[in-house]
């Protein structure tokens, strides 16, 4: 079965620190999501990629498709930032069916 | 804009009631339409999706159905409610560039 891999699955950083969360994937994909999922539940996209960059603010998702790995980075965190960011990946293949989702990485950035 | 809407937001359901969770989307024509849930602990598990009106692919055997009567109008359903149905559903459709639009959710609670 396909898997996405999240690590750490807990972080705990003082506010204005780095932080680096990781995901890892099984296949070949053809797009890889980080989203971010706050208390109440809600879900936001924060980023689709399929190569290369991306930078939306503190935010910066990289993804390294030979590796098979790709990693979000927030920099000068902030209390926030806290939520769970969950990678996701749509495989390779075709058809429509949705995302694989890892299991999430819950930060809490503390004041 | 493309907006999608979800409700109820929260349910409290006994066991061996039914259910049924509306989603509706707003901005587009023909897209395709997901149903997710989050179960306690766990990652975002793909229920069903659909690419049209009447068309409806499940990926967990279950005790829950779907339908679209609509192009833009997605229900999620049950006849008789289990405990393990307890999680947080999400309904969840995609562009035309792979772009992931999420509902706010229903935590359903069966007791």
Known sequence: KNEVEQSPQNLTAQEGEFITINCSYSVGISALHWLQQHPGGGIVSLFMLSSGKKKHGRLIATINIQEKHSSLHITASHPRDSAVYICAVKYSGGGADGLTFGKGTHLIIQP | ?111
């Open chain 2, 1 to 111: 804009s493309q907006t999608i809407h979800q409700w109820p937001a929260t349910l409290v359901q006994p066991v061996g009631s039914p259910l049924s969770l509306e989603c509706t989307v707003e901005g587009t024509s023909n897209p395709n339409l997901y149903w997710y849930r989050q179960a306690a602990g766990r990652g975002l598990q793909l229920l069903f999706y659909s690419v049209g009106i009447g068309q409806i692919s499940s990926e967990v055997p279950q005790n829950l159905s779907a339908s679209r009567p609509q192009d833009r109008q997605f229900i999620l359903s049950s006849k008789k409610l289990l405990l393990s149905d307890s999680g947080f559903y999400l309904c969840a459709w995609i562009g035309h560039s792979y772009g992931y639009t999420f509902g706010s959710g229903t935590r359903l609670t069966v007791v």
